[in-house]
Each structure stands twice: as structure tokens, then as C-alpha cells.
């Protein structure tokens, strides 16, 4: 694919339920980003994956939210016992290089009830 | 702790008028760009800045970046419906693992009206 895809793409959850949200990066692009945006607000970063490794995670909000890209292409963010309040746009991006421009992907839309 | 800001955060504009939004943001930063987000989309590329005094310019739509005063504006000439979006400026940093963390500012709400 020619950019950044997210499956799914709207994601309606009940509260206390785990649920994984996929991206998969523009080929090749070895820097992957998650950002999450509330209603009306403009993105926050979470995570920060060169290759496999998490290389910066300060975003996360607390210990229920966990992200892996095992072969340092898709990634997945995981988030356990959701709660009303992590309802948003949860968006992912990539570069060539860490240093590099960031493309975005369409977003996943999480609603928990 | 890094902050950007942009105002206004809502801006209603004639077609044919022209209008600016700014962006401020509190420490020094590697690049600054901007960002198109129509209802329900993602994030679209519009300008990335790179150093002092940098300006681009892609149709109705012209950036500038002023380092000193840590200050970029988007300057919209003659407006049109089409331009109807939110837009948002970002400021990068560099972080752990030559990564790029971007900050974002809250966004302009851009209304066109006719």
C-alpha cells in the first residue's frame, strides 16, 4: 500500500475490555508513532518505535496501555480494562527515519461505552 | 515541557478575504510544520519549516517561521469553502533513538463562508 493503513477503523467497546488496535507502516519506514487525539484537541504522542524496540514510551498514560511491533514492521497498541475516558482518535505514523518527516494514517476511532 | 499554541481557535472567514493564524511555542525546536484535518480524516502535510526566517507557499496558503520569536504564521489570501478544514501546527523534538516526538498546538477551526 502507498501509505499508512489502521484496522479498524472505528472500534465500540464496553468498559473493562481489552482491545488492539493495528497499523501497518508505509514499507519500508523502520520509525513508527503512536499518537492519540481527544475530541477537539490536537494529537499527543504515546510511543515511539524504532524497529522492534520501544525507543520512547513517555506518552503512555499509565500501565494499561502497551504497544509491540515484534518484526519492526506493523505494531499493535494494546489497552487493557478500558475505561470512558480513553474514548479518541488513537492515530499512527511513520518515517523513513526517526528524524524524518511523519505520514499519518487514517486513525482508528475507539468509543468505550 | 514543550508548549504550542495556536490562535485563534476558531476562525469564520468571508471568501476572498484574508486571514493569518498563529503559532507560538515555549522552547527552542528543530522544525515546525503544519497540518490540514478535515472532519473525520487524518492528518494532511501542508508545510514543514526548517529554519529562521523560512517561508513556503502552496496555492491560497503561505508559512512562515520566525525561530527568534519562536512564532509561524499561516497566512490564507482570498479564502475559499474549499479551505474549510482545522488546522494545526506541530514542533518537533528530537528524542531517544534519533526519534522525532511532535507537539501539537490545539488547532484553528477554519470556516469558510460564502
Known amino acids: 500500500g502507498a501509505g499508512v493503513s489502521q484496522t479498524p477503523s472505528n472500534k465500540v467497546t464496553e468498559k473493562g475490555k481489552y482491545v488492539e488496535l493495528r497499523c501497518d507502516p508505509i514499507s519500508g519506514h523502520t520509525a513508527l508513532y503512536w499518537y492519540r487525539q481527544s475530541l477537539g484537541q490536537g494529537p499527543e504522542f504515546l510511543i515511539y518505535f524504532q524497529g522492534t524496540g520501544a525507543a520512547d514510551d513517555s506518552g503512555l498514560p499509565n500501565d494499561r496501555f502497551f504497544a509491540v511491533r515484534p518484526e519492526g514492521s506493523v505494531s499493535t497498541l494494546k489497552i487493557q480494562r478500558t475505561e470512558r475516558g480513553d474514548s479518541a482518535v488513537y492515530l499512527c505514523?511513520?518515517?523513513?527515519?526517526?528524524?524524518?518527516?511523519?505520514?499519518f494514517g487514517p486513525g482508528t476511532r475507539l468509543t468505550v461505552l | 515541557e514543550l508548549k504550542v499554541e495556536q490562535n485563534p481557535l476558531f476562525l469564520s472567514m468571508q471568501e476572498g478575504k484574508n486571514y493569518t493564524i498563529y503559532c507560538n511555542y515555549s522552547?527552542?525546536?528543530?522544525?515546525l510544520y503544519w497540518y490540514r484535518q478535515d472532519p473525520g480524516k487524518s492528518l494532511e502535510s501542508l508545510f514543514v519549516l526548517l529554519s529562521n526566517g523560512a517561508v513556503k507557499q502552496e496555492g491560497r496558503l503561505m508559512a512562515s517561521l520566525d525561530t527568534k520569536a519562536r512564532l509561524s504564521t499561516l497566512h490564507i489570501t482570498a479564502a475559499v469553502h474549499d479551505l474549510s478544514a482545522t488546522y494545526f501546527c506541530a514542533v518537533d523534538r528530537a528524542i531517544k533513538a534519533a526519534g522525532n516526538k511532535l507537539t501539537f498546538g490545539g488547532g484553528t477551526r477554519v470556516l469558510v463562508k460564502p
Open positions: 505514523a511513520s518515517s523513513s527515519y526517526g528524524l524524518n518527516e511523519q505520514f
Open positions: 522552547t527552542t525546536s528543530d522544525r
